[in-house]
């Protein structure tokens, strides 16, 4: 009921948006083996299929035809096609297992970077997805999400309230951030993105999004605690699109929420169930140049697909 009267308390902001602009829902993707669930030894002695039960949380894109998906509950990778096959499985790099692989994204030069959020460090796989070497970072970090930007690879340092800025080669060059609640400093970051101007950073206990420069100077805030529209319980993922405006998963609301650059709040989409258009617990999120929206929809182990219609 308490979810109910969250979502009930939302609607009273969508219908004056929802004329102008509206998102559909395209399809649902789940991550899966060709041919159906894999069974391993055990299930196969116990007559039980094991099936992967993924739970994705980040993604990314890895050229026009497949995504890199992390499950930061299941300590695995996953390279899947666009209809959610897998195609490669990573749960142990040089003989150490994964333990929480949360953050995902690729350079310019096609390499593929995970961060495993228990054990620290930013992992580097080549555009074949083979091992080319961990970015050493602070022993007591515990980085989460990452971005590449204007040569520079951000990882979000979650358990010290800031930003580890690495070079291409994996070298710390700066940092930025505190623990706080003014302009600038964070509670418990998590997600982040970027585009050309700026990164946009999940300051999740503080329920807001920060916008800085590449530099790391604080530019604005988006958002705030509460049960309205723009207001945040408990956010998430974090995207921007080719026009600037901000989408952010709120695993509390189960739905997306979009703003433009200046903070104002859009509309949203999503609420809390199973069938299409629904989220359970959703965490992250990726828009395309084409308005193609995908989403983590973590606990119902999936991930959705929608558009933004324009002028609907």
Known sequence: ????????????????????????????????YKGGMKTSVKSFLFGKKNGEQVKPYALCRLGPDRLCVTDAVNGAVY?????GFIKKKITRVKGIRLVSPVGVCTDDRDNLYISDSTRGGIIRFDPGYRFEGVFAAPSDSRITGI????????????????????DRDGSLEFTFGKRGTGNGEFNFPTHICADNDFIYITDAMNFRVQIFDHKGAFVRVIGSWGRGGGNFSKPKGVAVDKKNRVFVTDAMFDNVQIFNREGRFLYFFGEAGHRDGEFWMPMGIMVGGDNTIWVADTYNNRLQVFTLLEDA
């Open 147 to 166: 971005v590449f930007s204007n040569a520079v690879f951000y990882g979000v340092d979650t358990l010290n309230h800031r930003v580890l800025c690495f």
């Open 1 to 32: 009921m308490k979810r109910l009267a969250t979502f009930l308390c939302l609607c009273a902001f969508v219908p004056l948006w929802l004329n102008s602009q509206s998102v559909e829902h395209l399809r649902n993707i789940e991550i899966k």
């Open 79 to 83: 390279i899947i096609d666009a209809e």
